[in-house]
């Protein structure tokens, strides 16, 4: 079982920064492909960015090309969302995921194995 936290959300302004993290338990998090979906009020979730184990290889939504960079650490079993040039457009709340399968880039959450609870963004223009 693997648990997964995210922390870093808050309240910014259009055009400011963040960068939200996602600290996972469990022995096996380097075998894993993570993610970073969000879901804004009324709207269904979507997918953001993932990395896959060895953080090599990425993949984003085309919303948040050139502004969002995923990566990772696995010493320190976490993954990163650096997001950059923040629009009222990206206010959701981000939630991580993690593919047990391992390498391949999803972009659809039935892919995905574990969650985590997820953190409020919040950009004000």
């Known amino acids: ?8 959300g ?17 022995r096996t998090f380097t ?3 993570m993610a970073w979906f969000r879901q804004a ?6 997918f953001v960015a993932t990395i896959n184990w060895s953080g090599g290889r990425s993949r984003y939504a085309d919303s948040v090309k050139g502004r969002f960079t995923i990566s990772r650490d696995n010493a320190k079993n976490t993954v990163y969302l650096q997001m950059n040039i923040l629009k009222p457009e990206d ?15 999803w972009n ?9 609870r997820g953190t409020q963004v ?4």
Request: net charge negative; with cysteine; aromatic share 12%.
């Open 108 to 116: 659809q959450e039935r892919f995905y194995d574990y969650w985590g």
């Open 31 to 33: 075998s894993y492909t």
């Open 91 to 105: 206010t959701a709340v981000y939630y991580c995921a993690a593919d047990a399968a391992g390498e391949a880039l």
């Open 10 to 26: 808050g309240l910014v302004q259009a055009g400011g920064s963040l960068r939200l993290s996602c600290a996972a338990s469990g």
């Open 41 to 46: 009020p009324g709207k269904e979730r979507e």
């Open 122 to 125: 919040t950009v004000s223009s």
């Open 1 to 8: 079982q693997v648990q997964l936290v995210e922390s870093g």
